[in-house]
């Protein structure tokens, strides 16, 4: 699909509307017992995309997968979602978790709608949007900033309660279970299945 085809002030009136159905609410941090994390590499049209599931909050490997897909749509700044979401979903089919840290940001986003909101809105699960930095535009305390990384609200989570899971899976300034999705996603060795 080429950029030519869309309607991206269209689809930037849906991501406003569909920003108003993000829930943010205080997560019981003690009933946590795993933690999923989610990221994508790209080479030119093909995607590899890698999920690892973790203990929380010591971040011992349970389950990792990576998905090799194809992918159509171009990269567009602030239109991530479009390009992320279906290889995301390949990833997560079948998989549990308590929460998610999906590489890329939630309500930090100009139009208070980004990648970690539409995976947290689509699977009613509580997702954390991670960065590692900020968009232009973004929402004035929409974020927090937790060592390298950008912190915002997916869905199903306040921003305090989001800051501080990524607090206590942080390792040299990123959340590991991100650092460990990120290095499946460029190729190192799927571990667990």
């Keep these: 699909m080429s950029k030519a085809n869309v309607n991206f002030k269209k689809i930037a009136e849906l991501q406003r509307k569909l920003s108003k159905g993000i829930v943010e609410k205080p997560l019981d941090i003690s009933k946590i017992k795993t933690i999923g994390a989610v990221d994508v590499s790209y080479k030119k049209d093909k995607a590899r995309v890698a999920f ?3 203990s929380f909050p010591s971040c ?10 194809s992918v159509d749509f171009p990269y ?7 390009r992320e979401t279906r290889p995301v979903l390949l990833a997560l089919k079948g998989k549990s978790f308590d929460v998610l840290l999906v590489e890329g940001h939630g309500k930090a986003h100009p139009r208070g709608y980004g990648l970690a909101s539409h995976i947290g809105l689509l699977l009613k699960k509580p997702t954390i949007g991670v960065a590692k930095k900020p968009l232009r535009g973004y929402p004035e305390s929409s974020l927090i900033k937790v060592g390298k990384a950008y912190v915002s609200v997916g869905n199903l989570i306040d921003l305090n309660s989001a800051a501080k899971i990524v ?3 942080n ?7 991100l650092k460990i999705a990120d290095k499946l996603s460029k190729g190192a060795e799927n571990e667990k299945t």
């Design 76 to 82: 567009v700044p602030t239109f991530f979602f479009l």
């Design 52 to 54: 690892v599931l973790c």
């Design 171 to 177: 390792e040299n300034g990123y959340p590991k279970p």
């Design 167 to 169: 607090e206590m899976v």
């Design 60 to 69: 011992e490997v349970l389950k990792t997968k990576v998905v090799d897909t």
